[in-house]
């Protein structure tokens, strides 16, 4: 793996649709990957509204949501549904290389960067 943000996470072949698998080792929060319609999906495993792990919601179809208060990101763009999240989670790409399902961080990721604005300020933050 030539990459330095490529992150290897094993043989995925026995994660079947509609179910996801953590990967705690990797970034700040870990990747929760996601199978949905025979594609992988990653996105960090940190809800941006509470810091809640987004591998112990519920994933239906493309939408996982937060256990804690209802926010659901689509896998696909790690966008947000709406409030209380203010902003979307980092996605990952997930590549397999020789059948190694391998996590790359998309760089049009619908996480904000810091510093940036909404108009909102930080009355909305919990964090």
């Known amino acids: 793996m030539s990459d330095p ?4 996470l094993g043989n995925l072949d026995e994660l079947k649709d509609g179910d996801l698998q953590v990967f705690e080792d990797i970034g700040d929060y870990g990747i929760v990957v996601c199978r949905v319609n025979g594609e992988l999906f990653g996105l960090e495993d940190n809800c941006s509204h509470a810091d809640t ?5 519920r994933l239906r179809g493309y939408q996982l949501t937060c ?3 209802g926010t659901s990101f689509d896998v696909r763009t790690g966008e947000h549904s709406g409030p209380p999240a203010y902003e979307g989670v980092p996605c990952f790409k997930i590549e397999l290389n ?3 399902a391998v996590a ?12 940036a604005s909404d108009g909102l300020g930080d009355f909305f933050q919990t964090r």
């Open 53 to 57: 792990p987004l591998s112990e919601g």
């Open 67 to 69: 256990p804690l208060h």
């Open 104 to 115: 790359l961080p998309q760089e049009d990721s619908n996480k904000k960067e810091k510093g």
């Open 5 to 8: 943000d490529a992150h290897q």
């Open 98 to 100: 020789d059948g190694v």
